[in-house]
């Protein structure tokens, strides 16, 4: 259950993009920032490179050395995905426990709800 739900997370996350701003004067490949100039940082595109991961746009349950970058990176990263992924995997393990029957959702349709920087997945 963890690694489906850390390949969901890198697959297809909930968190598309977030913004930074800049601090001082600086130039991000040619392009000059002013301080307080704001960066859209697309996420999910991150996800999908194939120098951090091999064959991104295949959903690999066992992928090695999966990187997600949903919950940021470096020194200011989030620090709850273990948490996150932890909850996630419980929830759904509680649900398959409950009866849950995966082939009714397969058969259901789904759209995102719309939202600048989430997918909220809307089912039919």
Known sequence: MPALVAEVARHDPSVQ??????????????????????VLLVLAAANRDPALNPAPA????????????GFGYGPHACPGPALAFTIAAAGLRALLSGGLRTDA???RS????????ARIPRFH
């Open 110 to 117: 789904w759209d995102y709800q719309p939202s600048v920087n």
């Open 58 to 69: 295949t959903f690999e349950l066992m992928r090695t050395h999966r990187q997600t970058l």
């Open 17 to 38: 993009n977030t913004r930074r701003f800049a601090l001082r004067s600086t130039i991000v490949d040619g392009t000059v920032l002013a301080p307080g100039d704001a």
């Open 105 to 107: 959702l397969l058969a």
